[in-house]
């Protein structure tokens, strides 16, 4: 494979080196922008092709999502276009379901297999970037699939924002009050990034909201934080996490610690304290995991289930496959303590993805490859509109400033210029003018009323959104 992308091969004896990235996420993106730039010459002249398959054609900005569930963002500036942004590379929208890295192929479904009849594809590769990210981890909770909202996509954050805009018009109309007081209670279980930042700006968006309901305040409203640790926000380390509970209880927001969700049948969250809560709002954000593909493939992972990798991003043991992300169990060369490995997240994934598109062009060129090598600099959360906390570099901040970094840091690591230029438009237009509070609840079922109007049958939310 050298030989395919070296100075003065002939035509006839060229090969074309298919470099296979699987998952257009953080890792994804990044990889394949990378190689983009390095082996411009090779893409162009044929010697090497880059093929991306991804379930959805573009990447969500996942620290985007509260914003956008918030009405700070349009959802449509948190993702990226794959297509336009990676101009010489080929993305297929589709799910590979196996690898069988030994023949080097892969199994895939895209949308038009089930149109065609004919089964799921084969794909072969020469190097393979195996990045398919993590999925939501949902433990046996009873009720949790029929009634739960996830929080890890943009469709989920901009569902729960109609939903949450919803439940106030159904508190607003209903004479019931226990349908009332359901409607306005919402269960949000994990304390991590994703619960914290969702549960901040959603609180604030209602809040807000309240002013335009002549029935509704905001003291009518319940929120709840579900941990069932001891501390939210451990990136942050103890004491913003302190503060940060603090910052929550005063806006009269339930914490509570040490405390799991043990139901949600019939609509009533029940929690491990005892606690009873009628709700309509169920959201999940406890934690992740792999994602299923890993254990449809014949490479190596370890006993959480992610790919065994090298501190050069290989995957252990099997040449010519790399990984990084959420999928991989990188080594921490940084750590003090033997075989710590570096944390999931989209700050150590970005780098990764730098160093693992570089290895790759190394590995093509007969090159020595490199080390990733990071030290963790620290976390940025928001608690909502100005509110936040931060630990960079040793430094701890709260509050406005905090909220301020968070902002600069998210907008210096979006990708691409137009969506740097189109968030920062937004927000600057956000400040200037009233927030926007409209719930499209129907965009879900955006044929209903047609069908109704047809003669057929308006289609049922599960969840029980009207």
């Not at 608690?383 to 968070?406: C, N, Q, S, T």
Request: aromatic content about 6%; overall charge neutral; some cysteine.
């Amino acid at each position: 494979m050298t030989a395919a992308i070296n100075q003065g091969t002939t035509p006839e004896a060229r090969k074309t080196a298919r470099i296979l990235i699987v998952g257009g996420g953080y890792v994804g993106l990044y990889t394949a922008l990378s190689l983009q730039r390095k082996l411009k010459r090779e893409l162009k002249g044929g010697d090497v092709e880059v093929v991306m398959i991804s379930p959805d054609p573009y990447m969500t900005y996942q620290p985007f999502l509260p914003e956008a569930a918030a009405g700070s963002i349009s959802p449509r500036h948190v993702v990226v276009p794959l297509r336009r942004v990676l101009g010489q590379c080929k993305v297929v929208v589709g799910e590979v379901k196996s690898i069988d890295h030994a023949k080097r192929t892969a199994t895939l479904v895209t949308l038009a297999t089930e149109e065609e009849g004919a089964g799921a594809e084969q794909i072969t590769y020469d190097e393979l970037v195996l990045a398919p990210g993590s999925v939501s981890r949902a433990l046996p909770v009873p009720g949790l699939a029929e009634h739960g909202i996830g929080f890890k996509t943009v469709e989920e954050a901009i569902g729960l924002r109609n939903h949450v805009i919803e439940q106030m018009d159904i508190a607003s109309s209903t004479r019931d009050p226990a349908i009332r007081d359901a409607a306005l209670t919402f269960v949000f279980v994990g304390g991590g990034y994703a619960g914290v930042e969702a549960l901040g700006e959603l609180e604030d968006m209602a809040r807000y909201a309240a002013r335009y309901y002549h029935n509704v305040q905001p003291e009518d409203m319940k929120w709840i934080l579900v941990e069932a640790t001891n501390r939210i926000l451990p990136e942050v380390g103890e004491e913003m996490g302190k503060y940060a509970v603090t910052e929550l209880r005063r806006r009269n927001i339930d914490v509570r610690l040490h405390t799991r969700l043990e139901s949600c049948v019939d609509r009533v969250a029940v929690l491990s304290d005892g606690a009873r809560f009628p709700t309509r709002t169920v959201v999940w954000t406890a934690g992740v995991k792999p994602h299923p593909l890993l254990a449809a493939t014949d490479l190596p992972l370890d006993e959480r289930g992610r790919l065994k990798c090298t501190p050069q991003l290989t995957v252990d043991g099997a040449p010519h496959a790399w990984a990084a992300g959420d999928a991989a169990a990188v080594p921490d060369v940084t750590a003090q303590e033997p075989g710590k490995e570096t944390a999931p997240n989209a700050q150590h994934a970005v780098r990764q993805a730098k160093v693992l598109g570089d290895n790759i062009v190394h590995s093509l060129r007969g090159e020595e490859l490199e080390t990733y090598s990071h030290t963790y600099v620290g976390s940025v959360a928001s608690l909502g509109l100005h509110k936040g906390v931060a630990h960079v570099y040793g430094r701890k901040l709260k509050g406005y400033p905090a909220w301020l970094m968070h902002r600069a840091y998210h907008l210096s690591r979006v990708p691409t210029f137009n969506r740097k230029a189109r968030v920062l438009a937004e927000w600057t237009l956000s400040g200037l003018f009233k927030r926007e509070i409209v719930s499209l609840g129907s965009l879900e079922h955006p044929r209903a009323e047609f069908e109704l109007a047809a003669g057929g049958k308006p289609p049922q939310d599960p969840k029980g959104s009207s």
